[in-house]
């Protein structure tokens, strides 16, 4: 029988094959020598490629093509996280931030022109725009006025739905989305369209991952990242996770040599235990920093609603007639105003910092106040 991946991806990427890079070639023939000449490559090392502690000290020879050594490290840190063990049939990849996997999805399951793929707003502004890009219809289900998924609207237009994809816990609202919504959703799209979870805010609360359910739900992909309670943005790491018959399409379109050396081996850093363990403690500190702010906060006059977090920032209403987004930036604070959705016009969301960065937006918001 076939898979509703195999049934969605559009023929041009059903009959594609990858580009055959001189790494997944030697990697796939399991070729080996004492002389490579296959990647016109460097064979000496320049000076200033040598500035790396890590294992691979030279920086003239091409990455691996997917990076594996990070990518089983990635899926050894979820089992601990869910406390699971992974089925043989779900496979990880690394690739450059999450923002690459929503691209790298839609380009994979939707024809130009022709599929759609559905957002649920207010929510991360990616999925639409990578969408648009490629020509891409995107059917908009806005959430409900307490966040949360309106499923009958929803199912509604799962046949005409390549790709769903939800955002827990959510940006820029905050809030993690029922777990028995996403089970009745994962039940109503089997056989339509390929649920994606955005779990880019999940070490803010770990036991509401959806990765437990990927065994039983092989149209589940889950996106990660290490660009938020890793700290590590710069080097442009995420992660995609998804049953063996998504990724082998996938895998065609992936770039040849999607990380680069540097961040692969910072990546392995954060992913060994003492890294984790580091991150953990970032990620309560900075929770506890969150929920002093936001209880500060909400006591100020010009606050109508600060909205519950399982992320590192809060989304506020005030309740001002001018823009507090701008009033902040007056201030040298720059927070962010969501996009035009009507249901978080005039909020404004504010990433947590240090606290000493929050006592000073603290202080700015009670001088207006
Ligand atoms: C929900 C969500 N997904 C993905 C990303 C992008 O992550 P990355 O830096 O890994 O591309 C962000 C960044 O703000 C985000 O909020």
Redesign the pocket.
């Given at each position: 029988m076939k898979s509703l991946a195999e049934k969605l991806v559009p023929p041009a990427v059903e009959k594609l094959i990858p580009y055959q890079s001189a790494r997944r070639i030697a990697r796939q023939t399991g070729n080996t020598g004492h002389l490579w000449l296959n990647a016109n490559e460097l064979e000496s090392c320049c000076q200033y490629g040598d500035v790396s502690e890590g294992k691979n000290a030279h920086y003239n020879r091409y990455p691996d093509f997917l990076p594996h050594d990070i990518a089983a490290d990635y899926q050894a840190y979820c089992e601990y996280q869910s406390n699971i063990v992974f089925s043989s049939n779900l496979e990880t990849i690394a690739v450059r931030?999450?923002?690459?996997a929503i691209d790298l999805l839609v380009r994979t399951f939707c024809q130009p022109g022709n599929d759609q793929i559905l957002v649920c707003p207010p929510t991360?502004g990616?999925y639409e725009f990578c969408a648009d890009a490629f020509s891409v219809n995107t059917a908009v289900v806005p959430l409900l006025d307490n966040f949360q998924l309106d499923l009958a609207a929803i199912e509604t237009k799962l046949d005409k739905t390549s790709l769903v994809f939800l955002?827990s816990p959510n940006?820029p609202t905050g809030n993690v989305l029922h777990q028995q919504d996403l089970l009745t959703l994962l039940e109503a799209s089997k056989d339509k369209s390929l649920v994606v979870v955005?779990e880019?805010?999940i070490e803010f609360a770990p036991h509401t991952s959806v990765v437990g359910l990927m065994a039983e739900y092989p149209h589940l992909i889950v996106?990660r990242?290490l660009?938020k309670a890793f700290g590590l943005?710069a080097i442009?790491v995420?992660f995609m996770l998804a049953d063996s018959s998504v990724m082998t399409y996938v895998s065609r379109l992936i770039a040849p040599y999607p990380i680069a050396d540097p961040s692969a081996e910072i990546a392995q850093k954060a992913l060994s235990p003492a890294g984790i363990q580091q991150m953990e403690q970032q990620t309560k500190s900075l929770i506890e920093v969150r929920d002093w702010f936001s209880a500060e906060i909400s006591e100020l006059a010009i606050v109508e609603k600060v909205y519950a977090s399982s992320t590192n920032f809060v989304l506020v209403r005030f309740n001002t007639q001018s823009s507090m987004y701008d009033y902040l930036i007056s201030q040298g604070i720059v927070a962010r105003s969501p996009a035009n959705e009507s249901s978080v016009k005039g909020c404004v969301r504010i990433t947590i910092g240090s606290k000493a960065s929050m006592v000073e937006t603290l202080n700015a918001l009670k001088k207006c106040a």
């Open positions: 931030g999450a923002d690459e991360y990616m955002c940006n955005d880019a805010y996106i990242t660009s943005a442009r995420g």
